[in-house]
RNA sequence: CGGGGCGUGGCGCAGUCUGGUAGCGCGCUUGCCUUGGGCGCAAGAGGUCCCCGGUUCGAAUCCGGGCGCCCCGACCA
């Protein structure tokens, strides 16, 4: 139940996310350090994000699979840049039923290696491939600090693991899933993405090349919202998963991974939130409309609440996600605020003069205030509901990525650049050095977030040692 | 591990400098009233003031030690 107004976005950004995710009760703090627990407003939203994804998943071929929570440690051992990426934040069992362990197990921060492990035995021939898995299950990563929904001591995620014969076929898989996670961003949570590449430095420990979808948040910082990795052979050497093509040879296969998890939740919340709270896209939204009945007298309770009760019937026969808010005790201001604070992207207004007329009130999160009324008949009120929710998908699309156009700069040179990153984004042309990049790092505290994929060429000299370089890169502050 | 802040009814806080009966707002309970933007009025319940020790006639307040939390860094794909 809300109390007091939230702090404001502009004024103390983080303040205002945190508050805002407790009070809309998305999610909260469990009796262990870092550790969360979503409660079900929040995890309503993420069982959305996870249709969406997995519908995306199986028309591509993906089966969900189930490996197991706890990884023998020699498991991660076996990759050298897997076990050096990892170590610092495993969490190690080392004592079951009363009794010292002769191996500890870790609680997976991820499932290469159990799943390479596995693939050894399943994967002999050419015609096993290619194997496609995707699972949903929770990791733990023991991080130092730690924020609701970003970063957790244990998250919840998918990891899409691949096996393919031939390097072109892994890397096309790689590419694929990027493909999906951006169209998943865009076209479902109204999120305008940039998807590209990973630096050395920045990718994932095992890795050859790491992509990402990195997405600006309503403070001008980055968030890495998805990655995709090409694993090449390293995991397939680690754990010998071989196969004996069609001429008779002994190859290791190709291997990927993908990985999206809550994180994306605080996303939502950062991209499309303002200070009335949150703001649900309509397509992920656990609840997509709200109706909010108004009366005086039980004459007119009875008369609205049956005209309500009427619309809500045709607005969920029509596949609209509607919730009739019948609380008894509370005014119809204090339900206003309450939806509003939960994001719900549209509210439908009934009172006695609606029902005379046959027309409600259709109040819009995106525009809130006034100007986000209109009225509508309820004759036909699925039809326009659903027009505008997907007005309101597009109209939230449209505000993030003119803002994330507007912070995004192009400076000129390496003092621009500094401006630019303390609040949005610089493409600047990058020489590719880790060297450059780690001294931008530690001289503005930006990192190198990716190399779009979408460039349109050209070439240009290097933000910082003036080299000549081939691509843009984006640089900004990450959470 | 550095730098800063905080710990007082369920939640948010004031009170601490300058020691003297434990306060406020919200929430909660009961009753009346209200419902087109977080209703109002009245009565009521609810607290080891983070912990341990010290100073004092007397400590939420002063002193010493400890614990915990938050923010900013380090760390984290």
């Not at 706890?70 to 039923?97: C, M, N, Q, Y």
């Not at 305008?192 to 590449?197: D, K």
């Not at 001008?220 to 004996?244: M, P, V």
Request: glycine share 8%; proline share 5%.
């Amino acid at each position: 139940m809300p109390e007091e107004k939230l702090p404001s976005r502009s004024e103390d950004f983080s303040e205002w996310y945190n508050q805002l995710v407790v009070r809309a009760q998305l999610a909260d703090y469990a009796p262990v350090r870092g550790c969360m627990v979503v409660r079900p407003y929040g995890w309503a939203l993420w069982e959305n994000i996870q249709q969406a994804l997995d519908r995306r998943f199986k028309a591509t071929g993906h089966q969900n699979v189930a490996f197991p929570l706890l990884i023998p440690r020699s498991f991660i051992d076996k990759e050298k840049s897997h076990v050096e990426g990892f170590s610092p934040e495993l969490a190690v069992v080392t004592i079951g039923g009363g009794e010292e362990l002769a191996e500890p197990l870790v609680v997976r921060p991820t499932s290469e290696t159990i799943i390479g492990h596995m693939w050894a035995k399943w994967i002999q021939s050419h015609r096993d491939l290619p194997v496609l898995m995707n699972q949903w299950n929770s990791v733990v990563r023991w991080e130092l600090r730690t924020k609701l929904f970003l970063r957790t001591l244990e998250f919840y995620w998918q990891e899409g693991h691949t096996a393919h014969a031939t390097r072109e076929e892994a890397e096309s898989e790689t590419r694929q899933m990027l493909d999906i996670y951006t169209d998943f961003a865009v076209n479902d949570a109204a999120i305008p993405v940039s998807p590209g590449r990973k630096s050395d430095a920045e990718k994932f420990a095992g890795a050859e090349t790491t992509y990402s979808i990195e997405a600006m948040m309503g403070d001008g910082k980055a968030l890495q919202s998805g990655t995709s990795h090409f694993l090449g052979q390293n995991f397939a050497r680690a754990f010998e998963i071989q196969y004996l093509d069609a001429s008779g040879q002994l190859q290791h296969c190709w291997t990927t991974s993908w990985g999206l998890s809550t994180r994306f939740i605080g996303a939502i919340i950062m991209v499309h939130g303002d200070d009335q709270g949150l703001v649900m896209p309509p397509k992920l939204a656990p609840v997509q409309a709200v109706i909010v009945p108004i009366f005086k007298t039980d004459a007119e309770k009875a008369a609205v609440l049956e005209t309500a009760r009427k619309a809500k019937a045709g607005l969920a026969d029509a596949g609209i996600r509607v919730t009739l808010d019948e609380r008894d005790g509370v005014s119809p201001g204090w339900k206003f605020n309450d939806w509003e604070m939960r994001g719900v992207p549209l509210r439908i207004e009934l009172g006695p003069r609606d029902v005379a007329k046959q027309s409600c009130v259709l109040a819009r999160r995106d525009r809130p205030g006034k100007e986000g009324k209109t009225f509508a008949a309820l004759d036909g009120l699925s039809q326009t509901v659903a027009q505008l929710l997907g007005e309101i998908h597009q109209s939230l699309y449209n505000r993030a990525l003119e803002f994330r156009k507007t912070n995004t700069k192009d400076p000129a040179n390496y003092d621009e650049f500094k401006v630019a990153v303390e609040s949005g984004f610089a493409s600047s042309f990058w020489c590719g050095a880790s060297d450059c990049e780690a001294k931008i790092k530690e001289e503005t505290r930006a990192t190198m977030r990716c190399i779009p994929l979408d460039q349109a060429g050209g070439a240009g000299s290097c933000i910082f040692c003036g080299k000549p370089a081939t691509a843009r890169a984006i640089f900004g502050k990450a959470y």
